[in-house]
């Protein structure tokens, strides 16, 4: 049990300690100048045994800083003196330097890694990307979102989940990345890294690397009704600001292919985007607060997202 020592009784032990440090320090230098044995005459006197353990400056240090650390008087701690003289430790008043509290440490949080498919119900080479996005979607650690896009709809089977949104939004990537013209089936994971055609070993590694990159933003969902509440802080904070993107999607549909490259197929599509817009910016200086309309039973995403579009710096889903 911890021993409380009165406001004065604490100075005087303070005192105390210190004088006799100061004096047990000055006894080991004057008898440290005497052959093995010798002892200090007077009223000052000690042990030669005292006066060795003495003149190590950091035993006696530990011995009175022990003791009033115990008390909860002060902490010790080294000082740099002049070299000169074999005392070189003093006793500090000054209070501990504080620790940084849980309130300013970094955020440290791992996301789900965000998959954009960009797919057509027209296209030949697609059904195989579409049957790899339903496999990975499986995945605590992916959001896989299928956007069926417009601009093959001319050859002969117009893609029902196509918007002309998808198309602009995978025409965005293209001139981020400096390219020319845009393909399907192309991925894009995390924002950043481009797959085009099957590629499932690239895709599989691209997703362990980008999950293991911790994001410094926190992001909770929480369903409330036909509203979704969305908070979110970053600690540092952003260095570049962020959009705020909600996205719905439809867990699965199956359809039959009746004319067009696939004609004669029946191909089931996972997680079909029916709905992406923007909703907020955020500079990632302070913490964020929205209550945004959801109804409805489709699936729900919230994404930040750096423009461009650039990387996804956080996302989470609602099943």
Known sequence: MRRTIPADGRLSLVLAGLFALASGIACAQETGTQGPGATQSGPAAVPAASAADLSNPTTAEA????RLRAEGVFTATPLPVAPAGPG???LSLMPPAAAKTPAEAPIVEYHPVVIELYTSQGCSACPPADALLAQIASRDDVIALALHVDYWD???WKDKFATPGHTKRQKAYARAAGEHAIYTPQMIIAGQDQ????RPVQLTDLVDSRGSQPSHVRLTLTREGD???VKAEARPPLDKPVQVQLVRYRPQETVPIEAGENAGKVIR???IV???????DWAGQEPLAL???AAGGDAAVVILQEPGPGPVVAAEVLR
Not at 63 to 66: K, P
Not at 274 to 280: E, I, L, N, R, Y
């Open 274 to 280: 029916t709905d992406w817009k923007p909703v907020a």
């Open 195 to 198: 797959l085009v055609g099957l």
């Open 63 to 66: 011995d009175l800083g022990n």
């Open 291 to 293: 209550d945004l309309p």
């Open 269 to 271: 599509y996972s997680n």
């Open 88 to 90: 070189r430790t003093l």
């Open 154 to 156: 001319y050859i002969g």
């Open 227 to 229: 509203m979704i509440r």
